[in-house]
């Protein structure tokens, strides 16, 4: 990074420091409706017997429990204070499952599963007889043996060897470590400590042979205490680690929400911390990328990264690449059936949210109902949208032509006025437009969200 980047980075965000969505999904939640019913979202799961039969799909599958309370987090956890509340848990999740898969056979219905992620949380709360039975329940409901990718959420402070072995035994084929930072100031700010050799261990040439479809990191940016030297520091221990892919996210600060983050700000014991500022993050993320990219990673999307063999890599040079709450995929599927609480379903053109724990998530499955919470059935419009930003988002490229066709539109009449805004970008360097279409800058790739949000009529 050159001085006259970094400048043009810094006024960029005085000028654009208000923040935007992320567009995991188009309509974002908050837009969804409390009205969506168990009904309408029975309608979704109809699709997979109509429009949708052939179409590849996930079984997400939330295991919410964790063990420790990191500070830094913001997924919908619990912290176990007793393992006989996993057990109750696994109860409610058994029966949504249950419910799902009968009216799936009632309805004559066999969804084409090609994948199942098991997220949390940290799944790996779960001990063996338990976890075996998870997976027997999943395996009745996707059929293990015709999935192409079984992937677990992994914290690697309560895995050792054998157990790593044990779950490639069950058909785990992909894994991912939270890692957050490997810089112990950073680590005890979080209240996650992990040392670097905790994790080397479980990153052996035999273990690695034992998950195909690779090992995956998750990095947080914007971390108190981290700054570009800190980083640089945890980013060449990546390298040298060789993950098949990088997820590198920018902290969510939202103690409303999470109100356990405040403690980053007051820091435990009287000591104070600090968050970077944005122009602090900002710098963080890349420094953190450039050393991936110069050590033959590629960027995939907004903030993915993975070896150059990688899948996902031949999936962004073929067009293919789709960006969804678990982060960048294939493309081979968009449809997602979600369980657990807080859990997004996706089915066509329909989203769905389930219930909080503190909100209904066991009583409605008490009476046998499935614990919807909010949806979102998309319109011709909002599909059209969807896809645009998809698009941007993904490969920073517009054809005007070639997307209008795919769409079925005329999309400069389409997107007129939308097109017009985009020369705000063009003269602050964001962006290059032309008769046919746009492209994203080098600068303009840290404000790609922004450029998404013209496109977004909520």
Known sequence: M???FKKKIKELLEKYSNKTFMYIEYPHKSFWSKDFSEEEFKKAL???????????LMLYVHIPYCKIQCFYCTCHTCIMNDYKEVKEYLGYLYKEMQIIKE?????????????VHIGGGSPTILNEEDFNILIDKIDSLVNIKNLREFSLEIDPRFVDKEKLRYYSSEGINRISFGIQDFELDVQKAINRVQPVDMVEKLMTSEIRKWFSHGINFDILCGLPNQTTETIKRTFETIVR?????????????SPKYAKHQMIMIDGKNGRPLSLPNEYERKMIFLTGSEVLLKNEYVKIGYDHFAIASDEVVKSLVE??????????TTGDYSDVIAVGPNSTSTIGNYYSQNLYFNEGYYDKLKNGNL????????????????????TIRNFGVINYQELGEKLKIDFKKYFMNEI???????KDG??????EGFKITKVGKEFVLYVCSKFDKY
Do not use: H, T
């Open 2 to 4: 050159d001085d006259k």
């Open 319 to 328: 067009g293919k690449l789709k960006w969804n709450a678990l982060g960048v």
């Open 430 to 435: 964001i962006l290059i437009q032309n008769q």
């Open 46 to 56: 109809l699709l997979l017997g109509s429009e949708k039969k052939d179409s590849p």
């Open 371 to 390: 614990p919807i919470y909010r949806g979102y059935e998309l319109n011709k419009d909002d599909l059209i949208r969807r896809e645009v930003i998809q």
């Open 241 to 253: 680690l060789s993950p098949d892919r990088v997820c590198f996210n920018y902290l969510d600060f």
């Open 103 to 115: 009216f799936l056979e009632k309805n004559s219905i066999k969804p084409n599963f090609k994948e």
């Open 420 to 426: 017009e805004s985009l020369k705000e970008f063009e």
